[in-house]
């Protein structure tokens, strides 16, 4: 039995008061890597969300079950309908943005067991044809050492399908909202792919959605090359 | 990175044009050597870059076909910086060996399974396919000639306490050995280093003052750039500007250290007990590393580790003291008064009645005091109950986002009584309060952080006096062992005629 096998806390280095679960008690598999302390610093989402893209509904940004983003994106006819669904594990608060800036920009790897749990969870209650991580360009996937959103699901135990790759290597994030909208392509499907889009339903995985633009342009180029349906999964909202 | 092995040089993969066998760096067993070349006409830049460090080559800013040119003329190395024998992992940049701070990933730059150090992550990530790069070139010259030039322009006179230490120092420094300067709280030990510093300057080496706080750093840096004004000083801490500045005098951080490899003549270490550096076998590591071998190492402090003290004792370890403060008056010797369970009063909202007594006299007084508790938990049920007694009480801790702000209004006298964890045990120092612990028996106190939390009181030349109280529920060794070491100071003191009778 592996239970509470390290005495350190994967995250913040601290000796781990060992958090026993029902899960752990039932199972008695559950490894606990992650101190109580900074286990109770990811806030899971909850209460009433946007039914496409789970943000947390606040009173003065909905419309009936939608956010307004959701709305805008459902008004352009560019974008309507792209995106099915998006579905997040953690509200994406500073603990959990200091936690996934060390994962990806520091190359911290293995702070990705973190989550493994969770995600596996979650990734097991959906549906799909294949779980395709949000490409990098070959620069930054050779500056990272990795792809942050195709070690969330390889970690997990499930097995990635690359069917995307990146055309644009700028920076998105220092464009503005318009700017992102009205970008040209920025991923095409991989010619050398030999997954058939036909009638598929594909799950977009990336560690966090922000604006949805980057999500919502990948399940474009899908759509475009026959999927049937494209919904998404991140570890932050 | 992979890298492809002719009998002669390593080639990067990324620059062959066909496709032979490569391997990771850590995975060839015996690195060529490359013979300097010396008609080879090198970059002075990357030289500069380059010199007593070890570097990633993502944190060199010259194209990698340049860089393997001074590779292959014998100009600069490229060294492992992980590697594993049978089970065991060693980061050659930050000597961790402790397995728990090893992982691996799948790499995309080598295509492997990697193992990559934690423990030195946010100098940037070094894996077993990362090869540490340092110059073996000619060292650069420094602008400005030094010898035979009267460097330090200081006007102070030293104690006959400090006179002594700063003899032995540039005895030290002469030689090229290692010394413990082991001065008490208060002794004045920064004006210690002058003259030492200005003959290894005169010898023409680098010197580095390293520091396991970036306080100190700050506040060391205007300091000797005053009394060297002649002399370039590079300030090193996290996201400090003159990274790259290739100089004789480097203030650092011991973090920063890690980035420097066989770069300086002479080290000096202040403040050798604090956290970090004497927990973190990391940090004696990056020491070592960035010394060059032959070097002169001073370390500095006024509470060095009971190994040390018996490496004193025994005469294992060359060390000079200064028993006594400047300004000739005695450390005070802290008293020990029994307060008895007092976490369980905390828990019903009370405080041991001696303590209260305490407290009391000092506002009756009016004069300002610190008082440590061994944790946040402790300290934030505290304050409440002793702002019955007066308002102008504060509490401070490391996290305290107004932690400058509650210094300074203790500076400034709006505070009477500051509360506090072991922050403020060292470094701080208001000119005439009194000292208190609560829960002195607790494990945070260690002996140096006892002597050190004593060392607050009596500080300046006009309040020389100030009283010390450990209040306890059970005395310790560590408490014990303080009070002895103060007591031991003041003694020889006095028998060396440091102290006014
Ligand atoms: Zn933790
Ligand atoms: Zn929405
Ligand atoms: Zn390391
Ligand atoms: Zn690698």
Redesign the pocket.
């Known amino acids: 039995m592996k239970l509470f096998s390290d005495e350190y806390c994967l995250i913040c280095h601290g000796i781990r008061t060992p958090v026993i679960s029902w899960t752990s008690l039932l199972l008695g598999t559950e490894e606990q890597l992650v101190c109580e302390e900074c286990q109770n610093k990811f806030k899971s989402l909850s209460g009433e969300r ?1 039914g ?2 789970s ?1 947390v509904l606040e009173v003065d940004y909905r419309k009936e079950e ?2 307004y ?2 709305i805008r994106w459902g008004q352009d006819s560019t974008w309507s309908g792209t995106l099915t669904q998006n579905k997040s594990l953690y509200e994406y608060n500073d603990f959990l943005k200091e936690v996934i800036a060390k994962y990806k920009y520091r190359g911290d790897y293995t702070l990705v067991r973190a989550f493994t749990s969770r995600i596996k969870e979650e990734l097991t209650s959906l549906s799909f044809d294949a779980l395709t991580p949000i490409p990098l360009s070959q620069e930054r996937l050779y500056e990272r050492g990795f792809n942050q959103a195709e070690a969330l699901i390889t970690e997990a135990g499930f097995r990635p399908t690359h069917l995307l790759t990146r055309i644009h290597t700028e920076k998105q994030s220092k464009k503005s909202r318009s700017d992102r909208i009205h970008l040209p392509q920025v991923f095409q499907v991989d010619g050398e792919s030999a997954f058939s889009l036909e009638e598929k339903t594909i799950l977009l995985v990336d560690d966090i959605y922000t604006t949805g633009s980057t999500l919502r342009h990948a399940a474009k180029v899908l759509l475009e090359h026959g999927a049937k349906s494209v919904s998404s999964f991140t570890l932050a909202r | 990175m992979r890298f492809a092995i002719d009998t002669y040089q390593l080639i990067p993969s990324p620059l062959l044009k066909t496709r032979p066998e490569t391997k990771t760096i850590s995975q060839i067993d015996s690195l060529p050597h490359i013979p300097l070349q010396p008609s080879f006409s090198f970059n002075h830049e990357l030289q500069r870059y380059l010199s007593g460090k070890q570097l990633l080559l993502e944190e060199l800013p010259f194209p990698l076909k340049e860089i393997q040119e001074h590779y292959q003329n014998g100009y600069l190395i490229y060294r492992k910086a992980l590697i594993q024998n049978g089970r065991q992992k060693e980061c050659l940049r930050c000597g961790t060996k402790d397995h728990r701070w090893f992982s691996t990933f799948p790499c995309a730059r080598c295509g492997e399974n990697c193992v990559y150090c934690r423990q030195c992550l946010m100098m940037g990530r070094v894996s077993s396919c990362t090869p540490l790069i340092s110059w073996v070139g000619p060292l650069p010259e420094i602008e400005g000639s030094v010898k035979d030039q009267e460097l330090l322009q200081w006007t102070g006179t030293l104690s006959a306490g400090q006179q002594h230490a700063s003899n032995a120092v540039v005895h030290a420094t002469r030689q090229q050995t290692e010394l413990l300067v082991w001065a008490v709280c208060g002794a004045g030990k920064t004006e210690v280093l002058f003259k030492g510093i200005e003959q290894a300057l005169h010898q023409g080496g680098r010197v580095c003052i390293a520091t396991p706080r970036t306080d100190v750093v700050l506040e060391l840096t205007p300091r000797i750039k005053a009394v060297f004004p002649d002399i370039e000083v590079a300030s090193l801490y996290g996201g400090s500007e003159d990274r790259h500045k290739y100089s004789r005098l480097t203030i650092a951080t011991t973090h920063q250290l890690l980035r420097f490899y066989q770069a300086f003549d002479t080290v000096i270490v202040d403040e050798v007990d604090a956290f970090p550096y004497s927990v973190d076998s990391t940090l004696q590591f990056a020491v070592q590393q960035a010394r060059k071998t032959g070097s002169t190492m001073i370390y500095l402090t006024a509470t060095p580790s009971s190994t040390w003290q018996r490496e004193c004792r025994q005469g294992k370890r060359e060390f000079v003291t200064i028993p006594a403060r400047y300004h000739r008056k005695p450390l005070p010797v802290p008293k020990f008064v029994w307060c008895g369970n007092w976490g369980k009063k905390l828990a019903n909202k009370a405080l041991p009645d001696n303590f209260v007594h305490w407290v009391k006299k000092r506002i009756e007084k009016n004069k300002q005091a610190l008082i440590f508790a061994p944790k946040i938990a402790s300290m934030e049920l505290i304050l409440p109950l002793l702002r019955n007694y007066h308002p102008n009480i504060e509490a401070v801790h490391a996290e305290d986002p107004h932690r400058k702000e509650k210094v300074n209004s203790m500076r400034n006298k709006e505070i009477l009584i500051l509360l506090t964890t072991t922050i403020l045990e060292r470094g701080v120092t208001f000119p005439n309060i009194d000292v208190a612990v609560l829960g002195a028996e607790d494990s945070i106190f260690t002996e140096s952080a006892l002597v050190q939390i004593a060392g607050r009181a009596g500080r300046s030349a006009q309040f020389p006096n100030g009283e010390v109280t450990f209040f306890h529920y059970g005395k310790t060794e560590a408490m014990v062992l303080a009070q002895k070491q103060i007591v031991s100071m003041n003694k020889e003191g006095y028998k060396k005629g440091l102290l006014d009778e």
Do not use: V
Request: overall charge neutral; glycine content about 0%; hydrophobic content about 25%.
């Open positions: 946007c496409i893209c943000r939608l956010c983003d959701c």
